[in-house]
């Protein structure tokens, strides 16, 4: 039998990775923020200037995208590209390639390779309804976008960035219309997903929310 999965799908800044980092830990499962190779994907393409919307090309890029995970760190070629991938540059042109199907597809076996025992907590767009449609538990994490626009900008400011709040709720607004609008695995919450908003909860009790639902069903 496959390892246990847990997926958890949202909008931009809903605290699904926060929280899927916190499940993994607690249960002492494996993590994968699919997010992650979205970002590696499009900082790749902006680096050896592939045209976003090449779609041949950043597909081929993405079956052999020389990235590693490691002590929490993430490698793309050899370099340390952790926080370069969080820009909200890099975040607009994920959101942009990864529109396109060949990509997607491309990343795919990428992110099931992930699934290890004991278990797997995932977060992204289309975990529970394309990569792992057999997880365990599925999630649909989210929150208001006021409350994700205030999250995103006191993260940014608290690691001394500059930022303006009317710009990122604007930023976070484009980026899951596209995800929502686009065709091939749009962001929504799938029929056998269970809703979890954050607006007025505690990480914790996010957390502690996930869990109890996984043990219930385990
Ligand atoms: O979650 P994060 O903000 O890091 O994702 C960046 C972008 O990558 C998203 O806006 C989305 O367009 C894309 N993405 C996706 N499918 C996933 C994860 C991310 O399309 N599973």
Request: charged share 25%; aromatic share 6%.
């Amino acid at each position: 039998m496959s390892a246990p999965v847990i997926t958890l799908d949202g909008p931009s800044a809903s605290g699904k990775g926060t929280v899927a980092a916190m499940v993994a830990l607690r249960l002492g499962f494996h993590y994968l923020d699919s997010g992650s190779l979205y970002r590696l994907a499009a900082l790749y393409a902006v680096r050896h200037q592939i045209p976003l919307d090449n779609e041949a090309k950043l597909a081929m890029a993405a079956v052999r995208l020389p990235i590693a995970f490691r002590d929490g760190r993430v490698w793309l070629e050899d370099i340390d590209v952790t926080d370069e991938i969080r820009s909200e540059d890099i975040g607009l042109c994920a959101s942009r390639i990864g529109a396109l199907p060949a990509l997607r597809s491309a990343l795919l076996q990428r992110q099931r390779d992930f699934r290890h025992p004991p278990g797997l907590v995932t977060d992204g767009r289309d975990m529970g309804s394309v990569v792992f449609p057999d997880a365990t538990l599925k999630v649909f994490l989210t929150a208001s976008a006021d409350e994700r626009g205030r999250r995103r900008y006191k993260q940014l400011i608290g690691k001394g960035a500059s930022a303006n709040l009317q710009q990122i709720q604007q930023d976070i607004a484009d980026r899951d219309e596209r995800d929502a609008a686009r065709p091939v695995a749009p962001l929504r919450q799938e029929p056998d997903a269970r809703l979890l908003d954050t607006t007025r909860l505690t990480i914790d009790a996010a957390v502690d929310q996930v869990i109890e639902w996984y043990r219930a069903i385990a």
